[in-house]
């Protein structure tokens, strides 16, 4: 795996292909695994259900978080990531469209490192994505385990 693997968590087939374009546009070449639902997401990070032959410590470098997912919502993804020791430390970005300050002070309650709104605007969001990357895939410091 690249060690520098962004896992996207997105239900919106146009948002994926967005982000797919949006990333290319920002010249980030980072491998972009898309999972389509909260429950896929865990299944993915915990290397259970349909990703079980996955390594279990392969994990991403940062998670694109929806909130509005189907089976399992972002914010019980959110939390299950924080919950458990193997996952406790990824960071992970919300993006959304949801700019409901409701939705804002749950994320970072319960442990965001930050918290994107999607612009609608294609150039607005190619810039918001190229500075996602440029921060967390180059400029920030990961925490080592141990």
Do not use: C, H
Not at 79 to 91: F, Y
Not at 113 to 131: G, H, L, M, T
Not at 135 to 142: F, I
């Amino acid at each position: 795996m690249n060690e520098k693997e962004i896992l996207l968590v997105e239900d919106n087939p146009d948002d994926v292909e967005l982000t797919r374009i949006a990333f290319a546009e920002a010249k980030i070449a980072n491998t972009l695994t898309v999972v389509r639902d909260g429950a896929e997401a865990l299944d993915y990070l915990f290397a259970r259900g349909a990703y079980a032959d996955r390594a279990p410590d392969d994990l991403p470098s940062i998670i694109l978080l929806d909130l509005n997912l189907p089976k399992v919502d972002g914010r019980e993804v959110l939390q299950a990531i924080r919950s458990d020791a193997r996952t406790r430390a990824l960071p992970v970005v919300v993006l959304t469209t949801s700019n409901e300050p409701f939705d804002v002070e749950a994320s970072y309650a319960l442990g965001v490192n930050s918290y994107i709104r999607k612009p609608v605007d294609f150039e607005q969001f190619v810039w918001a994505v190229k500075q996602v990357g440029l921060y967390w895939l180059v400029l920030n410091q990961p925490r080592k385990d141990g």
